[in-house]
């Protein structure tokens, strides 16, 4: 995860109006022995470099991006310590700028429309939410739930509104950078009220969804800093929390950070983000949410509690039976492979989540993490040609997380 001096950036930010990477390389490193691991963990944690994937399986690659001036030390660390490396990408801010390329010569899409060939902004998402709104009025319901720092509108849709049915409660978009989580989100809202075939998913089921969660994030991703990853509060040296360390279930515990420069800082107090304590109010208002699933990404993970700790919950075979049947079904359509897990175990205790929140406190006993599809080389930086692929063949999980739900309301 991205440890960088984040003051420096906003400062770059103000100057030049957009966070350059320009001279940044990214690696990738292979450990292979337990020392390797440790060298690794210890690169990580000293908030330096930019780990693009977690240190947790010996043999397993890692990427991680680096600044001009540390690239030295860098490879030497590496090489003092004989661990093998290849450099992914030469020149980060190259790849960036072809994703902008891309993204300005994207078709205009109508007002109110979307498509699944580009990454759509917070005034394109809003539009469209808006307009399902206007079409289909006894199907879905359009409500905003917040105001973010910055001033922006948070809307949520419901998607069925029978009393007694059970509730699938999805978000996407708490970490900036990882822009094919609200695309998935809005693949999902599509799906479910414009495409008949799939009428029948919002018959026995409600469906709320909050396809960006961190607006002011999101849009600051795209116009100053792709990398940028946290909420946009205003901190004493640094701006940002990391909203997904922010909820009020064992706050303040492994895997945060109290330093607010820190990708994973934890906030001054659990709910301090206005986005997240809006999401609170929605899970008190709601009743029956038997599932809930936090869209993010990268690193095909289907990822379940506890995540505060190396602990199983009491239904842990249950989670992972389920994630079993989810990472099976987008399996089926182009042979993608998801690992299913306890997310402690599988990558790091990260306390204050959404997805433990939703289990201790919001009353979800089925309560997910979906790492989505990275752009192999880019990372987070997913192209859009692959955004369609995704969205298509993730949707197959849902269906499958659909139909559990419906088999359990049975028995």
């Known amino acids: 995860m991205k440890i960088l001096v984040l003051l420096t950036l ?42 693009w994937s977690n240190v947790k399986f010996l043999g397993q690659k890692v990427s991680i991006m680096v600044k001009p001036e540390l690239q030295a030390n860098f490879t030497n660390i590496l090489n003092l310590n004989n661990l093998d490396y290849t450099v992914l990408i030469e020149n980060a801010e190259n790849v960036f700028q072809q994703e902008r390329e891309k993204q300005s010569r994207a078709p205009k899409v109508e007002k109110g429309r979307i498509n699944f060939t580009q990454y759509h902004r917070y005034e394109a998402i809003e539009a469209y939410l808006a307009r399902l709104a206007e079409e289909y009025p006894d199907k879905v319901i359009v409500r905003p739930f917040g105001v973010s720092y910055e001033g922006r509108i948070m809307s949520y849709i419901r998607i069925g509104n029978n009393e007694g049915n059970p509730t699938i409660l999805m978000d996407a978009g708490i970490h900036a950078r990882e822009w094919i989580a609200p695309a998935f989100a809005l693949y999902i809202i599509q799906q479910l009220v414009e495409n008949p075939d799939y009428a029948y998913l919002s018959e026995k089921v409600n469906w709320v ?23 946009r509060s205003a901190g004493v040296q640094c701006y940002g929390v990391d909203g997904n360390r922010n909820f009020g279930f064992m706050w303040g515990g492994l895997g945060t950070s109290d330093n607010e420069c820190s990708e994973i800082y934890r906030g001054p107090y659990a709910f301090s983000e206005v986005e997240i304590a809006a999401f609170r109010d929605i899970v008190y208002s709601l009743e029956n949410v038997d599932f809930y699933m936090a869209l993010h990404s990268f690193g095909n ?52 989540a959404s997805d433990d929140w939703m289990k201790a406190v919001g ?12 752009g192999g080389s880019q990372g987070f930086d997913l192209p859009p040609e692959r955004i369609e692929n995704v969205v298509i063949e993730t949707w197959q999980g849902i269906i499958a997380a659909y139909e559990y739900i419906l088999e359990i309301q049975k028995n």
């Open 301 to 352: 993970w289907v990822l379940y509690p506890w995540g505060y700790d190396f602990l199983l919950t009491d239904n842990n075979d249950e989670l992972h039976y389920l994630g079993e049947r989810i990472a099976n079904a987008i399996a089926q359509l182009f042979g993608t492979y998801y690992v299913v897990g306890n997310s402690a175990f599988l990558l790091y205790p990260a306390a204050g």
């Open 209 to 231: 969804i909050i396809p960006l969660l961190n607006p002011d994030g999101y849009e600051y991703s795209h116009d100053v800093d792709r990398m940028w990853r946290k909420t």
């Open 10 to 51: 906003s400062i770059t930010a103000v100057l030049s109006g957009r966070v350059s990477y320009d001279g940044y390389k990214v690696y990738q490193v292979a450990p292979v022995t337990e020392q390797d691991g440790e060298i690794l963990k210890s690169l990580k944690e000293s908030g330096q470099y930019d780990f």
């Open 363 to 374: 009353g979800a006993d089925l309560s997910y993490t979906l790492e989505l599809p990275g």
